[in-house]
């Protein structure tokens, strides 16, 4: 008995398959094509971003995105916001936070500290920072008194940690400031070899991921640097005595002016081509590069305590933000406070405080876009 296949309709039968049409990601807002939903976000403050997050998953990815920050330039809604870095006494771990206004009340002056991610090499101390646009950079320090190399960079759109290139060098205590999207770092190790007196000065450029070394006069090379500024091209490094700047321009050094060097005190920042600090007497003052003479500031005698030592300040969008540590609660408790200060044509001052953060912990770095390194002991 013989069969037969209908091979024509087994054939017929058969069709195909149809591939899936693409899922089409969820618009920003859903009545609006997305190029119109990004115009609006790029202008919504950025302390209503975590807020915004929550809406959906391409939000929260919008958020982090380069796209939005481009956007935010372009229509000159950029923001500029304090980073601050804190030392725990309880795990002696540098501590990152960013300080945001309050979104519930912003005619109210409070504001919080929001703790970031924990830096991969929390237990460093005595790095140098340096911040280039949207990044701020961890140079150096020292791990169990033995100094480090290491750069860590701190994305402050997406608050995460990157490693970046090492230095030639091992360094504590280094002075770094910014030129021209480009970091400079002075000073911080010993010239006990031909390596180490070679790169006693670096640059690094994002750019290439490169290191370099800056040709320096032996006679300058001292080891440790207590404050560092960039005013008009020209990176300062102060030492304990005689400080040194280099021109990136024309690569050259020079000592840093007598009346400067004599008269800056603590961690400064510049605003204007004006370096500001506080004097012996602890009252705030500013020295203006060209014209080679310092000028007290007038305004805060009943705003601010007077700032014999321990407080950094940082430039905040053309404002001069001024940190400092206080004692409460029998000195079990350290507060930190925080003055906001307006400048006048007339470099009068109005300021207020406020308490940013109640623990047990001291200051060290503000930073954002100048960074300022600060050192307070911590109380017992």
Not at 372 to 378: D, G, H, N, V
Request: charged letters at 20%.
């Amino acid at each position: 008995m013989s069969t037969s296949t209908n091979t024509n309709t087994d054939n017929a039968a058969v069709k195909p398959s149809t591939p899936p049409e693409p899922t089409q990601p969820p618009r920003l807002i859903p009545s609006l094509p997305d190029d119109v939903a990004l115009n609006i976000i790029a202008r919504v403050p950025r302390r209503h971003h975590p807020t915004l997050s929550l809406v959906s998953k391409s939000m929260k990815s919008l958020l982090s995105s380069p796209l939005l920050y481009a956007a935010r330039s372009l229509l000159s809604c950029a923001e500029h916001f304090l980073y601050i870095s804190l030392r725990l006494h309880t795990s002696h771990f540098m501590r990152f936070y960013t300080l945001y206004q309050n979104p519930n009340n912003p005619l109210n002056p409070k504001y919080s500290l929001i703790p970031l991610p924990l830096i991969p090499s929390p237990s460093l101390v005595g790095s140098a920072f340096a911040a280039i646009n949207h990044k701020i950079y961890v140079l150096g320090g020292s791990i169990k008194d033995v100094p480090s190399p290491q750069v860590w960079s701190l994305d402050c759109r997406t608050h995460k940690w990157e490693p970046a290139p090492n230095m030639h060098v091992s360094r504590e205590f280094a002075a770094a400031g910014a030129v021209d999207d480009k970091i400079y770092v002075i000073g911080g190790c010993v010239v006990d070899n031909w390596a180490r007196s070679k790169n006693w000065a670096e640059v690094y450029d994002p750019k290439t991921g490169k290191w370099n070394s800056v040709p320096s006069p032996i006679q300058i090379r001292d080891k440790w640097m207590h404050a560092t500024a960039v005013i008009d091209g020209k990176v300062y490094a102060m030492a304990d005595r005689n400080g040194v700047c280099y021109e990136v321009k024309s690569g050259n050094w020079e000592t840093v002016d007598s009346d400067l060097d004599n008269g800056w005190r603590g961690r400064a920042c510049v605003i204007d081509g004006v370096l500001f600090c506080y004097d012996y007497l602890g009252n705030i003052r500013g020295y203006d590069v060209k014209k080679g003479t310092w000028k007290e500031l007038k305004g805060l005698d009943k705003g601010l305590p007077k700032f014999l030592c321990g407080a950094t300040m940082a430039n905040l969008g053309g404002k001069l933000m001024v940190v400092w540590e206080s004692k409460n609660g029998g000195g079990k408790e350290t507060e930190i406070r925080c003055a906001e200060i307006q400048r006048s044509f007339h470099c009068s001052l109005l300021g207020s405080c406020f308490v940013i953060l109640n623990g047990n912990g001291w200051l060290e770095e503000c930073a954002m876009p100048e960074a300022a390194k600060l050192w307070i002991e911590p109380s017992h």
